[in-house]
């Protein structure tokens, strides 16, 4: 219900963009987000954004990362600037509706030179 697209191996100080789909069949999003999850540690929030364009963002990637949102095909997206090693992780995409919290299947980021 959750499509997420875009990861991959990039240098450090590149860039890539990840997207995210919502099936129709799950309603409007309220909330709809990024999180990411390095080996061996607890899954983080990188980034959310209301249906209403109000963005949140995690300290370590303020004026790095951009999300942004095309409500009319419930989709979200992660622009990502300036990568570093550290931003290497498994990128999840959230999404809120009114009854229940939907998660995608994880999209690999890999900053490697």
């Known amino acids: 219900q959750l499509q997420a697209s875009g990861g991959g191996l990039v240098r450090p100080g590149g860039s890539l963009r990840l997207s995210c789909a919502a099936s129709a069949d799950i309603g409007s999003t309220i909330y709809m987000g990024w999180y990411r999850q390095a080996p061996e540690k607890q899954r983080e929030m990188v980034a959310t954004?209301?249906?209403?364009?109000?963005?949140n963002y995690a300290d370590s990637v303020k004026g790095r990362f951009t999300i942004s949102r095309d409500n009319a095909k419930n989709t979200v997206y992660l622009q990502m600037n300036s990568l570093k090693p550290e931003d290497t992780a498994v990128y999840y995409c959230?999404?809120?509706?009114?009854?229940?919290?939907?998660w995608g299947q994880g999209t690999q980021v890999t900053v490697s030179s």
């Open positions: 959230k999404a809120d509706t009114i009854l229940r919290t939907y």
């Open positions: 954004i209301t249906s209403g364009g109000s963005t």
